[in-house]
C-alpha cells in the first residue's frame, strides 16, 4: 500500500535566518520568500537550530544573521561548521524602522535581523581566527589585572589618607618601590594592623598576577605569529610593545582596510558630521569605534610627540588652533597611517618622514 509523503522538497531554495542571541536562549525568525515567515524560541545551540532546519525545509540553502554582542563569535564558529553561512553584524547597522525602535522585543529584533538578511542589506563584520581570540584574551587581561593594581593602590592611598598616616617626603615621590612596601610593613598602625595586612595582601597577589601575564604577552610578542610585525610596529616613536601586540591582535589583517580612512573609521579617530545645504558641522569624535585601540593609540600619541621632532612641530602648530584634546587625534592618525605603512610594505619606519 502506497503512501503519500506529505514533506516539500526545498532544494535549491535560501532560507534566511535571523537570530536574537541571550545567554539561554535565542529568539529566531526564519525567511523564505516575501509570505513566508516563521518566529520560535529555541535553546541556545547551534545543533539545535540545524535540526530544526533540515527537518523543516530539507535540502535548502540556509543563511543566518545575528548582532554582535556579549555572545561573541562562538555561534558564528558553530553554525558554520554545522554548514549554515553565518555572518555577524554591527546592531547599529541593521536597518531598523520607527515602530521598531519604540516597540522593540526579542521578536521583532530576529524579524528584522531576517529581513535585512533576506534583502542583502547587512554588511557583516571582520570575523576574526579563534587562535588571535585567544592571543587578544591575553592580551586585554594584562590590562584588566593593571586596572587591578591600579585600584588595589588606590585603596592602601586612601587608607593612609583616611587614617592620619603620611608618607614620608623621602618616599612620596617615589611610591611603590621596595623601599615603599618596606615601610607599608613595618609601618605601626596599631589596630589597623589587619587592614593594612589585607591591602597589602591584595597588592601582593594583584603585582604578581600582572607581572605574570605580562611574561606571558611579551612570551606572546615573540612568537613567529607576530615576532616580524612587532619590530616593524615599535620602529615607530611613541609605539612600544604593549600598543603593538594590543593593535596585531585587535587588527589581525590589516589588508582588511582598503584605505587609511577605513582604519580610522574603524578605530574611532572620525569626527560626527551634520551636513544639510550648504552647512556643515563637525563635532567630535564619533563614539563609535574601538574603545581600546583608540585610547592606546591616543597614549601612544602622548609619547610620540616627545620623542619625533616632525610630530612633535605638527602637533604645536595644531595646538594654536585648536583643544589640546583634538590636536591629538590628529596627531594619532598619523601614528595610525604610519603603522598602516610598515605593515603594508614590511618596512620599518624611518625617523624623519611625515
Known sequence: ?????????FTGQNIYVGIDTHLKSWNVTVMMDPYYQKTF???ANAKTLLNHLQQNYPGANFYSAYEAGFAGFMPHYRLMELGIQSIVVNPADVPTTGKEKVQKNDSRDSQKIARSLKNGELTP???PSIQTLADRSLVRLRKTRSRDLARTKTQIKSFLHCNGLDIPEELSKDNW???FIKWLTELEV???RETLEDHLGK???AYAHKLEISRKVKALSATSRYKDNMVLLQSIPGVGYITAITF???IENIKRFKSLDSLCGFIGLVPATNSSGENERIGEITPRGHRILRDILIEASWKAIGKDPALGAAYSRLGHRMKPNKAIIRITKKIVSRMRFVLNNQTKY???YK
Open 350 to 352: 624611518e625617523l624623519g
Open 203 to 205: 597588592y601582593h597577589y
Open 125 to 127: 563584520i571582520y570575523i
Open 1 to 9: 500500500m502506497q503512501t503519500q509523503s506529505t514533506q516539500f522538497d
Open 41 to 43: 524560541s529555541q535553546n
Open 177 to 179: 618601590t621596595r623601599k
Open 190 to 192: 596599631g589596630s589597623f
Open 248 to 250: 596585531l591582535t585587535e
